[in-house]
C-alpha cells in the first residue's frame, strides 16, 4: 500500500535508502525506482537516462542521469553493485512516468545483483524505511533559510543554487554504517 507523509507518497514492502532509490526484489533481481522525495526535488522530469542492459555498477557509480527543468540535471547511482538487466521501455515515450506513478509503473531499471552482495546494504525496509523516510522529509523542509520556516517546499520553484544544495544532500547517496 501506499502512504503519504506530509505532501510525499511511500510505498510498504519496498527498501529505500541513499540517493533516494527505492528498491524491490522480484524473482532473482531487483527493480530500482527514483522514491517521491527525489521525484519532488527533481520536479519536472525532461529525460532520463539510464545506462544500457548489461551495464555493471559498484555501489554508488552513475546508472542514470535525469534532466529536469531550467538545466537541472539530478545523477542516479547503483544503489549496490550489480549489472543492469532491463531498462523500463516507458521513459523513452513518457520520461515523466516516475512523476505519475513512481512506485509501479515509474520504475527506471532492473538491476541483477553481484553474487554475493549484500543486496540490504545500505537500505531500509519496513518500519525503518518508514522513520528513515519520515526524518529525510524533516531534513528537506529544514534546508535552505537557515532552517526556517520559510524554507523550500515541493510546490515552490528552487532556484539553481538551492537546488545544487538539496540535490547534493538527498541525491547523491552517502557510504553510511547501515546494514
Request: glycine residues 12%; aromatic residues 10%.
Amino acid at each position: 500500500g501506499i502512504k503519504r507523509f506530509d505532501r510525499f507518497a511511500f510505498a510498504q514492502g519496498y527498501e529505500y535508502g541513499p540517493g533516494h532509490l527505492w528498491t524491490k526484489r522480484i524473482n532473482g533481481h531487483t527493480r530500482v525506482g527514483i522514491d517521491d522525495i527525489a521525484i519532488k526535488i527533481i520536479g519536472r522530469i525532461l529525460d532520463i537516462r539510464p545506462l544500457r542492459p548489461g551495464a555493471h555498477g559498484e555501489f554508488g557509480a552513475i546508472s542514470a542521469v535525469v534532466k529536469g527543468l531550467e538545466g537541472k540535471i539530478a545523477l542516479l547511482t547503483f544503489p549496490f553493485a550489480g549489472t543492469i538487466k532491463t531498462v523500463n521501455p516507458l521513459l523513452s515515450s513518457d520520461p515523466a512516468i516516475p512523476l505519475k506513478d513512481p512506485y509501479l509503473r515509474g520504475w527506471i531499471y532492473d538491476i541483477q545483483p553481484d553474487p554475493g552482495v549484500n543486496q540490504g546494504h545500505n537500505r531500509y525496509i519496513g518500519k525503518e524505511a518508514e522513520s528513515w523516510f519520515m526524518n529525510e522529509i524533516k531534513n528537506l523542509a529544514n534546508i535552505g533559510s537557515g532552517g526556517q520556516d520559510t524554507a523550500w517546499t515541493p510546490d515552490s520553484a528552487l532556484p539553481g543554487e538551492e537546488w545544487k544544495k538539496i540535490a547534493k544532500q538527498f541525491l547523491f547517496p552517502k557510504k553510511t554504517g547501515l546494514g
